[in-house]
């Protein structure tokens, strides 16, 4: 029988008894410092889960619910926001309601993506010591996506033995994105391509995708302009009627264009922007 197992089945029988941490392993005939603590990481995972319960004086007793009362407990206890990840493996919810925000370790990100909107259910205790995180900033897990934040994204495509796989070009999303052979678009090793991402559930194997445009060669500076367009959705060309506007205006500077203004046209300028530059005003 399992440690977790014995313990529950134990506080179970005495619904009305608290224990302090020793007694209880003194119960469970806990042996050695390494099984001491595998007892008290459990228990405080089962405090934080609501299974168990500890008072001011750290004794433990077991909560006694209905069938199905835990799950019941979370949806009451659950919050929704906007998923925030850093470059490192945790990330921050920011609560639709006030703007607070809830950190997230890496173990309760489940399959949540940067910019997903999520229900996270704060824990009563923190449980993640993270250099990360202050103090005084609430805990919490992710308990459901509601929404995705994102549906494609770009990336470099990397090609492994039997498969190939897209690594992001945001730091943010921390797994790389299967990608089949057939769903490739004939793409080589290192272009740049945009992949729309598939549905993703299982949390334990990393998310697929589809390659929907390829762009060029990675390093090529004008494939890294269209991917960061592609990433933050920018447009790459002028609206029709900006462009109709332009075509307009005259070749040639008038009167009106130079009053009160210094014509350096005839000097000699040196500048350091390049000749392709499409304005001149580094080191004029």
């Known amino acids: ?32 410092k390494e099984e001491y603590h595998d007892l008290r990481t459990l228990i405080e995972d089962l405090d934080r889960r609501g299974v168990v319960s500890l008072d001011d004086r750290g004794r433990i007793g077991y909560v006694a619910e209905r069938a199905g009362g835990q799950e019941e407990k979370k949806r009451t206890r659950r919050v929704i926001g906007q998923l925030f990840m850093t470059k490192r493996d945790f990330g921050f919810v920011r609560l639709e309601e006030t703007g ?10 489940r399959n949540a993506l940067h910019g997903d909107t999520v229900a996270v259910v704060p824990f009563a205790h923190p449980v993640t010591r993270h250099r990360g995180r202050d103090e005084k900033t609430r805990e919490g897990e992710i308990v459901e996506i509601v929404k995705r934040g994102i549906t494609t994204l770009t990336g470099t495509l990397e090609q492994a033995r039997h498969f190939f796989f897209v690594v992001p070009d945001d730091e943010r999303i921390a797994r790389d994105i299967y990608v089949a052979r057939e769903d490739a678009m004939h793409a ?10 598939h549905p993703w559930e299982d949390e334990h194997v990393n998310p697929e995708g589809t390659v ?14 269209m991917s960061v367009a592609r990433t933050f ?7 029709q009627e900006a462009v ?6 005259p070749g ?18 040196i500048t350091i922007d390049p000749e392709d530059a499409k304005d001149f005003d580094d080191a004029v």
């Open 1 to 32: 029988m399992s440690l977790k197992k014995k313990a529950l089945t134990f506080l179970a029988q005495n619904p009305r008894v608290k224990f302090p941490l020793k007694d209880l392993a003194r119960h469970l005939k806990v042996k050695g």
């Open 100 to 109: 607070d925000e809830i950190f997230v370790g890496a173990k309760f990100l």
């Open 188 to 197: 080589k090793h290192g272009d740049k391509v945009v992949v729309q991402l």
């Open 212 to 225: 929907v445009e390829v762009l060029g060669p990675a390093g090529d500076a004008r494939v890294e302009v």
């Open 233 to 239: 959705n920018l447009p790459l060309s002028f609206p």
């Open 244 to 249: 109709r506007e332009a075509e307009q205006l």
């Open 252 to 269: 040639t500077l008038s009167e009106e264009d130079l009053r009160d203004r210094l014509d350096y046209r005839k000097r000699v300028t």
